[in-house]
């Protein structure tokens, strides 16, 4: 995903736990939020896989801290729901990708095991 429309709404659903949350004013986030924020910015841009970036559940690598990890976790476990109401597009497109992610992501492990599998018996005809 292109990298500012990622962080788009990363951002909304940050604004939108903070609002559901900590009480906050349209438009604006609390401190730990607008940390938050801050934080997702900087890891975003120092992604190593730039705009072939999956989304995070679905990365292999996990380039947040722990503490941060669970932040945004809650953020996403609050805001994803509701955001099939507010922003439907965003909502079913993440879905897609995340189940065209998820596959892909089973078809090369199935290959990957069928060529172990096709080495260990090649490796038992040479014995």
Do not use: W
Not at 3 to 31: F, N, T, W
């Amino acid at each position: 995903m292109e990298k500012q429309k990622d962080l788009e709404i990363v951002e909304l659903m940050i604004a939108m736990y903070c609002r559901g949350k900590h009480k906050s004013k349209k438009g604006e986030l609390c401190p730990e939020c607008a940390e938050l924020a801050e934080y997702v910015r900087q890891r975003r841009e120092r992604c190593p896989f730039g705009d072939d970036k999956p989304f995070c559940s679905n990365c292999k690598i996990h380039c947040y801290r722990p503490d941060m990890r669970q932040k945004i976790a809650a953020v996403m476990r609050y805001s994803g729901p509701r955001l099939t109401f507010t922003h439907p597009v965003i909502a079913f497109s993440h879905l897609a990708e995340t189940i065209k992610t998820r596959r892909a992501n089973a078809k090369q492990e199935r290959q990957k095991q069928k060529e172990k599998e096709m080495k260990d018996k090649e490796e038992k005809r040479n014995d």
